[in-house]
Nanobody
Framework: QVQLVESGGGLVQAGGSLRLSCSAS????????MGWYRQAPGKQRRELVA????????NYADFVKGRFTISRDNTKNTVYLQMNNLEPEDTAVYYC????????WGQGTQVTVSS
């Protein structure tokens, strides 16, 4: 069983930055991949934002390329999402995601970007 605890969401003006963190309850060396999804208001499905493998390979959604950066620190069992140049369209609940035998989800953290 893996528990994921997110932090770092909040309210920010357009053009601002936030950094999300997600800490796993087990060693993250074996978790592959770890990533972030988001669910925007009124949308039923979560969409991939970014993911990173244990080897450091990164995958980004087209809508965040050049603005967001995903990283992980396996010594802290934590994955990060640095979000720069935020846009109102980035407003969503952001969920941490991890795969270790099966998929695990965090509880979500709200990101609100005002125009």
């Amino acid at each position: 069983q893996v528990q994921l605890v997110e932090s770092g969401g909040g309210l920010v003006q357009a053009g601002g930055s936030l950094r999300l963190s997600c800490s796993a309850s087990v060693s993250s060396f074996s978790i592959n991949p770890m990533g972030w999804y988001r669910q925007a208001p009124g949308k039923q499905r979560r969409e991939l934002v970014a993911s990173i493998t244990s080897g450091g390979s990164r995958n980004y959604a087209d809508f965040v390329k050049g603005r967001f950066t995903i990283s992980r620190d396996n010594t802290k069992n934590t994955v990060y999402l640095q979000m720069n140049n935020l846009e109102p369209e980035d407003t969503a609940v952001y969920y941490c995601n991890a795969f270790l035998g099966r998929t695990y989800w965090g509880q979500g953290t709200q990101v609100t970007v005002s125009s």
